[in-house]
């Protein structure tokens, strides 16, 4: 079983900057790939980012490639998403996830959730 808890998330102006934490609990943290989910009032839940249990290859939605970060430290089992940029489309409450052997691009994938933290990005 695994516990995921979000943090850094807050109110930022537009062309800001935030990174998000995902603290994890639970064994062999590396074995699992980690991911990012955002979901906007009224949208589905949509990918963001994932890495993979290395921390070798990340995989990022077309939407924020070259704006969001993903990293991990294995040692700390804590994942990471730097954001660049923000526009107030990245409005939205994010989710870190957890796939044990692959690394979550889609929703069902993901075998553990955080409970989300929200990020409001104002114009």
Do not use: H
């Not at 695994?2 to 800001?16: R, T």
């Not at 995902?22 to 989910?37: K, L």
């Not at 692959?102 to 955080?114: F, H, K, L, M, R």
Request: with cysteine; aromatic share 10%; hydrophobic share 35%.
């Amino acid at each position: 079983q695994m516990q995921l808890v979000e943090s850094g998330g807050g109110l930022v102006q537009d062309g800001g900057s935030l990174r998000l934490s995902c603290a994890v609990s639970g064994r062999s943290f590396s074995t699992y790939g980690m991911a990012w989910f955002r979901q906007a009032p009224g949208k589905e839940r949509e990918f963001v980012a994932s890495i993979s249990g290395s921390g070798r290859a990340t995989y990022y939605t077309d939407s924020v490639k070259g704006r969001f970060t993903t990293s991990r430290d294995n040692a700390k089992k804590t994942v990471y998403m730097l954001m660049n940029s923000l526009k107030p489309e990245d409005t939205a409450v994010y989710y870190c996830a957890a796939a044990l052997g692959v690394v979550p691009t889609t929703a069902s994938n993901v075998e553990y959730w955080g409970p989300g933290t929200q990020v409001t990005v104002s114009s």
